[in-house]
């Protein structure tokens, strides 16, 4: 059981938007501490998608973006395309717990 | 260009040791905290243990509390992971990944990681 709370999986068609929610607690997002994305392939590691709740590293396309509220994040794809069919992981520091938190991982499949 | 290189995976028997290390090129090595994710087969990530730029200041989850230890060489560029008395459920890809956030005190904590290396595989198996 993981500390923050993804749906096991997500999907779209090609060009459409579709967005994965993550849920924490006071403890950790609600306690206001950023939340972070990452895209996995299988079989690859995983790459930085989104920073400091809603930044976009270099190189990252704009059809990717984050956003927080409360004890929640949101990591909207628009624009789908079949090579963003991967596995996203929300992550977050928590007070309480391991300073570090992973989601359990949301699978995107682009139909 | 930002490189990680693990080594030191391997089959273990349970109760048993191992050291992994990762190599870091291409950036200012000591201006960041270092850390371990491990991924078990088919599972999620899981972060493991942390260490900031100037080695004073290590970081653990509690699963692995009291059994790893971490350590880096900052004149060597690489971070070390001691695992003792090792578990079935320790069996899992390890990666070493780099902060984004520059460690300006030196003894930061983990944050987000921006480059992580290939991992190295360790399997806790009779």
């Known amino acids: 059981q993981s500390v923050l709370t993804q749906p096991p999986s997500v999907s779209g068609a090609p060009g459409q938007r579709v967005t994965v929610s993550c849920t924490g607690s006071?403890?950790?997002?609600?306690?206001?501490?950023?939340v972070h994305w990452y895209q996995q392939v299988p079989g690859t590691a995983p790459k930085l998608l989104i920073y400091?709740?809603?930044n976009r590293p270099s190189g990252v396309p704009d059809r990717f973006s984050g956003s927080k509220s409360g004890t929640s994040a949101s990591l909207a794809i628009t624009g789908l395309r079949p090579e963003d069919e991967a596995d996203y992981y929300c992550q977050s520091s928590d007070s309480s717990l391991s300073r570090v938190v992973f989601g359990g991982g949301t699978k995107l499949t682009v139909l | 260009e930002v490189q990680l290189l693990e080594s030191g995976g391997g089959l273990v028997q349970p109760g048993g040791s191992l050291r992994l290390s990762c190599t870091a090129s291409?950036?200012?090595?000591?201006?960041?905290?270092m850390s371990w994710v491990r991924q078990a087969p088919g599972k999620g990530l899981e972060w493991v243990s942390a260490?900031?730029?100037?080695?004073?200041?290590?970081f653990y989850a509690d699963s692995v509390e009291g059994r790893f230890t971490i350590s880096r060489d900052n004149s060597k560029t690489t971070v070390n992971l001691q695992m003792n008395s090792l578990r079935a459920e320790d069996t899992a890809v390890y990666y070493c990944?780099?902060?984004?956030?520059?460690?300006?005190?030196?003894?930061?904590?983990?944050?987000?990681?921006?480059?992580w290396g290939q991992g190295t595989l360790v399997t806790v198996s009779s």
């Open positions: 400091g709740s809603t």
């Open positions: 990944a780099k902060d984004y956030y520059y460690d300006s005190s030196g003894y930061q904590n983990p944050v987000s990681f921006n480059y």
């Open positions: 006071s403890s950790n997002i609600g306690a206001g501490y950023d």
């Open positions: 260490v900031s730029g100037s080695g004073g200041s290590t």
């Open positions: 291409g950036f200012t090595f000591n201006a960041y905290t």
